[in-house]
């Protein structure tokens, strides 16, 4: 080998150990740098035995890096619905006797009870207004408390969005840089670009295809593309400042009480990322399922209990009538004061199946024909009908709609306001029973039921009126005190007028409807499964939603935490390969340092033999 080989080779040498060294340089200062990726090079020795480097690449797992990112998704959307769970089961599972809703609960009974014991008592009346007064108002609190969570919601989403739209514009920054570069692309903008996929997989779950040259393709798992390589989506938000009960999710933008999460292609399509379910992990799709799912049954069970509660205490149950008229057969009742709201149900066998009609009296006829599951349970026939003009006046209406719903049911007025129903006496169809509900507004003569409790918006008790839209919705934070009854603690005892003062029938009424009586709670509130009601006592209610939601805290903690290790895992896989290890770098640095002083010495010596033949 000449000297001249020699030279050029140590020279190469020389040149590749510099750089080998500028990189470890780069590694350490950016040991602590988001984002960066270590860098790394390699060396060849060429035909001619110089040394040969190659491009700057990263030290970069693919594989793990996209399994990272799924996992990312997931961890995101199990961290906001754990974090909002436990915020909820703060709401409902108060362990302060003095501000629980359990606690208002038992103090309102406690005072019955004691009312009950001594109906004359002043201090005893006293006690069950000031106990009604501040079950009302936990009612009231807690469906504020629910609502500004859902308002909270509605802020990240809007939050996210502009992450969104920061991310994807930088991928189009990005992907005209990368579009200008010669050869291999700078490892630089790939982190940058990394980065910004990063922050995409946390919102929503994605799918990234990448390039050679850098470039990439990014979409959801639906199959909607977000960036095409060039151009991003835009995402857009038209956020509400304030969320109420009535505020639910529409595909009608006219007609959402929320903000509609839309996609905007580059073309200008837009896409509803709620109502076309475009996310299926992520931030995103945890906070739309909060807003829209969660938290509104969060509050339907708020509404039930108040509804279930004022139902309890001035609802009146008439006592239907056995009734034979020849071969046929069936029951007769009195639907004497009916109002909007107020429901008539006909159990009755016919194919050897059992079903329930039931009928909810509406006045306003442009809310017909009532959603299925409108009385409560999705399984019952619901017809809306006007008892406007009385039974008498409603029976056409009726049996028009006992035939179009298939039963052989026939129905008639035989005085009054009585309702009869009755088979079609072949034996095919058969009247189990009738009942109804019938509120009581008054506080005397109108029975020993008392309207307790009242709804703020109109003044008057509640019924569940479809009327003016669902009164239930929402009902909670308008549930209040009956003013008329808060100003004569009278009305707790005296149902006739001239009640005697010690008599206990109203009191005790009062307190077996609370205590004892069993009702129905819609299958909406979620406590009995998909598609079925729950029957028992408020308190039995009450204690199930205190229940469900702390149970689903700790579900959604245990959820959280499982996903938070998948993640964790993954992110230590991808620091042992593209993380910088100190330690490792000033390794790589002392032999960096050794194969350049080697190299140095070579060229010394070169020149000292090139100087050796100069002077011969």
Known sequence: MGLSSSLNIAVSGLAASQAQIELVSQNVANANSVGYIKRQITTTASYSGSVQTSAVTRAYDQLVQRQLRTENAGAAYSSIMAQYAQQLNGVFGQSDANVSLDGAFNNLTSALQGLSSDPSSSTARAGVLQSAQTMAARLNTLSANVQELRTNAEQQIASDVTVANNALKGLEDIARQLGTTVGAPDVSLLDQRDSYIDQLSKLGD??????????????????????????????????????????????????????????????????????????????????????????????TQLDELAAGLSRALSDASPAATPVTAGAQSGFSIDLAGIQPGNMTKISFQQGGVTKTV???????????????????????????????????????????????????????????????????????????????????????????????????????????????????????????????????????????GSTDAGDATRPNLLLDRLTGAT??????????????????????????????????????????????????????????????????????????????????????????????????
């Open 519 to 616: 009702q129905q709670f819609s299958y909406e509130a979620g406590l009995s499964g998909t598609n079925q009601p729950y029957s028992g006592t408020i308190g039995g209610f009450l204690t199930g939603i205190i229940a469900s939601q702390g149970a689903n805290a700790v579900q959604a903690q245990n959820l959280d935490a499982g996903q938070q290790v998948v993640v964790n895992s993954l992110q230590a896989k991808v620091a042992s390969t593209s993380g910088v290890s100190i330690d490792e770098e000033l390794s790589n640095l002392i032999k960096m340092q050794n194969a350049y002083s080697a190299n140095a010495r070579i060229i010394s010596v070169v020149r000292d033999l090139f100087d050796m033949l100069d002077r011969i």
């Open 206 to 299: 994605i799918k990234v295809n990448e390039q050679p040259n850098g470039q990439v393709t990014v979409y959801t798992n639906s199959g909607v593309t977000l960036f095409d390589g060039s151009k991003g989506v835009r995402f857009q938000f038209d956020q509400r400042t304030s969320v109420g009960p009535n505020a639910l999710y529409n595909a009608d933008a006219s007609k959402s009480g929320v903000g509609q999460l839309l996609i905007v292609t580059p073309s200008g399509a837009s896409i509803d990322a709620g109502q076309q379910n475009v996310f299926r992990s992520g931030e995103f799709k945890g906070l739309l399922d909060l807003r829209d799912q969660v938290l509104p049954e969060a509050q």
């Open 358 to 496: 039931s009928l909810v009296a509406v006045d306003n006829p442009s809310v017909l024909p009532l959603p299925v599951g409108a009385t409560g349970n999705p399984n019952d026939i619901v017809i809306g009908v006007s008892f406007a003009g009385g039974t008498a006046g409603a029976l056409a209406d009726i049996q028009s709609a006992l035939s179009a719903a298939g039963t052989n049911l026939t129905v008639s007025n035989p005085s009054g306001n009585v309702l009869q129903v009755l088979d079609d006496g072949s034996g095919t169809s058969t009247v189990a029973g009738v009942s109804a509900n019938i509120t009581n507004g008054l506080l005397s003569g109108g029975g020993a039921e008392l309207p307790l409790f009242v709804d703020s918006a109109t003044g008057q008790p509640y019924t569940g009126s479809f009327d003016a839209g669902s009164q239930r919705t929402g009902f909670s934070s308008r549930i209040t005190i009956n003013p008329a009854v808060l100003g004569d603690s009278g009305a707790l005892v005296n149902y006739t």
